[in-house]
């Protein structure tokens, strides 16, 4: 009886899935990279003005423009502060990004007077209705490109 044999020698294939499960236990590389690709993302979101989705943020109001002392043509920015205090931070296995400025938060969810208390000198905060700008987020296209350099660091990782 004529026959065929084929040797496998999976010693290669073992080695580069165990390199793969190593590199996934320290996903910070790829987390890093992620932060980098999000900073970029929301700075330009001030530049276009416009939320994860594209909407474009609700105007200023009128009287609100008529105290505006800087960047008049500007939504979310006076002086920069919101769009210079983003930052990452990687923490084991977790991307933590944000702004560590309360008001962040009121931009992104919209605020009415008296919501949020008083000010350090015990008055009511000036505000009036502040719409919702959302601002922090991704949209489709960025998630996409969150995926492929997920994807880049997997292949990176196995050699391929």
Known sequence: ???????????????????????????????????????????????TQTSPDGIPWAALSPSYLKRKSKNQGKVLTLSGVLRNTLRYQVQGTELLFGTDRPYGAVHQFGATQGQFGKTKRGSPIPWGHIPARPWLGTSAEDDREILALTRDYLEFAAGA
């Open 1 to 47: 009886m004529a026959g065929a044999r084929i040797e496998l020698d999976a010693r290669e294939a073992t080695n580069t899935l165990s390199k793969l499960v190593g590199d996934l236990e320290n996903p910070a590389p790829l987390l890093r990279d992620i932060g980098e690709y999000l900073l970029q993302v929301h700075r330009n979101r001030f530049r």
